[in-house]
């Protein structure tokens, strides 16, 4: 055995202590410059077409999120356009389309009503800071292990929660104090539902045109559509209409905000700070909304990116989306701008039309540029409650209520974190939902591991049939007289390791002095383990008795002998199956029966 580990153990040791090489190319390497280097006249005609019309698509949705975020459409545009370009400039995706996303809409309606406008610009800066530290880390692969249901409960609320804030303009209620939290606001809507029957009727028109929209021609959005088409009724009426009939209590974007023609001018975030309160005090408070932007930003970014990736063959960086992503919202807020991310939606657009490289999204970027150029007047014209009709089917996309409906007819334990992160962040905020839905679904994870791993006790003998190693001759195998066999089938981690524990201190040294321990199938052990295992030597030792391990992986064999446990242990004792494991036993007891 001594012989063993002094010809195996250097090379393991060794080849452990290897670490992956890492160049920025894994870091930073952003797709448009690998996609230029066999750029042509035809991809170029393609992925103008793509990012023309995705350009067109996203115009709606970038003034209806600006405006329901609580900024205005100005602020929603300028993001589309700024972060869509540089999110497409330095992302690590050749077809990911970034701008303004429903997502953020709750987070940044309550950073506004706490904290005002300057506070969202530093919570969407310090958001961008940690993207961008993520991305350096290269954390951007650990991001997308965030559980399923964690995802689709907080999409899920978050699809609820929009929905909510587009009853004012949908029915045309007038409200101007409606308060934020979701069982108040509706309470509030309750108590002041006078309808405005104008409003009413172009946001039930214009929910009827998305609706209807796909079964007529996948090419024309449904919210382009009813945008067009409602502005153009709405116009009509407004110019024709008899005074009589009071079309002109039906609100307009030019009714409520002021669009420039232009981009606005950089300019340093305006603090408002209370009496005694400090900017560093502000950033602490600000700090958890601005790690749920950035967690919200990274999931939605690159779970678009991977969907992405699935339709067009492609593998994105990761890191490299993470970095892009963080650019884009340092630099967005010192325009007036919103937190924003990679959109699934307008992503999917892109590649339906054709685009294939980052051209497209920065050809988008340019579309709304123009808009926000030369067409302002024209903008100011859409009706809000056509604007609420478009983000009712975006609350409608995000819910993900097939996924739910399909969760429920399992009723598994994965239920209860999608409803518990549903509901907190309905009635709470997102980022207690995050926090508490991924603690809860680690903490399921760590109860299935726990369930799954199987700890055996053997007497009498081994049965080869059922438990077999490859290199055991096919024979039942005696367990002397005075041996007891304990085989862990699975991780041997802290939970596995205190009911081990357990089990271990009701045995008799007396009746079994030999204790064999088979790690053959424990694929790692964690510092708890070695811990317990350490004790038990020790305890066992004190106690006349002797352990023997059998079967340890080489990868765990390693974690014990920088633990301290070969220390601990005659190195005979560590044996490679349970043969050797059997044969060393019995060498023990005839050496314990011969001192007798």
Known sequence: MSKFFCTFAPKLIEREMKQPTYSWKDVFAPKLFSTLRTY???????????????????????????????????????????????????????????????????????????FGLGGLMIATIMAGILLLAMGLARLGSVIKFVPYPVIVGFTAG??????????NDFFGLGLTDVPANFVDKWIYYFHHFDVNWWAFGIGAFSLAICIAMPYVTKRVPGSLAAIILATLVVWVLKNWAPESWGVASLQTISDLYALPHGIPAPHLPSIELAEGESVFTMIQKLFPAAFTIAMLGAIESLLSAMVADGVIGDKHNSNTELI????????????????????????????NNGGRSPIAGIIHALVLLLVLLFLGQLVGMIPMSCLAAVLIMVAYSMSGWKTIVGTFKHRNRDLWVLLITFFLTVIFDLTVAIEVGILLALVLFLMRTNEQTQIRTLHNEIDPNEDSESNLNLEHLTIPEGVEVYEIDGPYFFGIANRFDDIMTHVSGKEYPIRIIRMRKVPFVDSTAMHNLSMLIQRSHNEGMTIILSGVKTHVLHQLQTGGIEQQMDPNNICPNINVALARAEELLEIKNTNE
């Open 324 to 351: 892009a992503q963080g650019i884009a919202n340092i630099v967005v807020p010192f325009f007036g701008g919103i937190p924003a991310t990679g959109a699934i939606a307008r992503t999917m657009t892109n590649i």
């Open 40 to 114: 042509n006249g035809a991809k170029l005609a393609q992925d103008t077409l793509a990012g023309v019309i995705v350009g067109i698509v996203a115009i709606p949705l970038a003034i209806a999120f600006g405006i329901s975020s609580g900024v205005g459409p100005t602020e929603g545009l300028v993001t589309a356009i700024i972060a869509g370009f540089l999110i497409s400039f330095f992302g690590g995706s050749k077809v990911q389309i970034g701008g303004p996303t429903g997502a953020f809409i709750v987070i940044i309606y309550g950073i506004i009503q706490q």
């Open 158 to 167: 978050i699809a609820v929660t929009i929905f909510s804030t587009q009853m």
